[in-house]
């Protein structure tokens, strides 16, 4: 419970990153900050740690589109997923247990850290990230969607006309390995409509072999 306490009292000491730098850091950066902004007070970083902080410290970045007070922690989780990528590899560990900095990590963390202490101007950041184009605080458009789709290991399989495993088809939708089927599953039929919507024809045959294949793959 002490740690509760010290996490309490370094969030009533902190800034809050305004929402313009939060456009140009995106999501997996601000999560890897936080691990380190927890670590750097010898604080583990623990799922539900990385939540809370996470949520005061980029308010926009992880709320509720329609009810911006509270915190989307699957938001987080995926962040979580991606930074441990092999491709990122900017963190180590899990949900289970804590989650901490690769070399990477601390590069990037550092970078941030340079923002805050230089209060909270876009000069301080990196070159790289203030010609960058803003990312995603608040709702996504239709093009982001696709474009996560597209860019996904799943529909790569497709277009290479390899089999498809679940992991990879949820992770394409926007979920994770803890996201409910029925989750997934409206996931699924919203990202078709759109793809549809944009006359994706590559995106539409990969969603459409999904869904008729939907048992197979959750069974």
Same mark, same amino acid.
């Given at each position: ?29 601000? /999560?890897?900050? /936080? $691990? ?40 987080? %989780? ?17 949900? !289970?247990? !804590? ?15 340079? /923002? ?19 990312? +995603?605080?608040?709702? /996504? ?22 089999? +498809? ?5 949820? +992770?394409? +939708?926007?979920?994770? %390995? ?22 994706? !024809? %590559?995106? $539409? ?15």
């Amino acid at each position: 419970m002490m740690e509760r306490k010290e996490i309490i009292n370094l969030l009533k000491k902190s800034k809050v990153f305004p929402e313009a730098i939060q456009k140009k850091i995106g999501r997996d950066r601000a /999560v890897v900050y /936080v $691990v380190y902004f927890l670590t750097k007070n010898s604080i583990e970083a623990t799922f539900q740690r990385i939540c809370v902080v996470s949520h005061k410290l980029f308010p926009e970045t992880f709320s509720f589109t329609e009810f911006p007070e509270h915190l989307d922690s699957r938001n987080i %989780r995926n962040c979580l997923w991606h930074c441990r990528d092999e491709k990122k590899a900017w963190l180590i560990g899990s949900d !289970k247990t !804590k989650y901490e900095l690769s070399e990477k990590g601390k590069k990037i963390s550092l970078e941030i850290e340079k /923002v805050n202490e230089q209060g909270m101007g876009i000069h301080a950041l990196p070159l790289k990230l203030r010609k960058k184009k803003d990312l +995603l605080t608040k709702a /996504v458009d239709d093009s982001y969607i696709i474009n996560e789709i597209k860019s996904s290991s799943a529909f790569k399989k497709f277009l290479e006309k390899k089999d +498809l495993q679940k992991l990879d088809i949820i +992770l394409s +939708l926007g979920g994770d %390995r803890y996201s409910s089927k029925n989750f997934i599953e409206k996931q699924l039929k919203d990202a078709l409509k759109k793809a549809k919507n944009r006359n994706e !024809k %590559r995106v $539409v045959q990969y969603l459409l072999l999904v869904n008729e294949n939907w048992r197979e793959y959750f069974k």
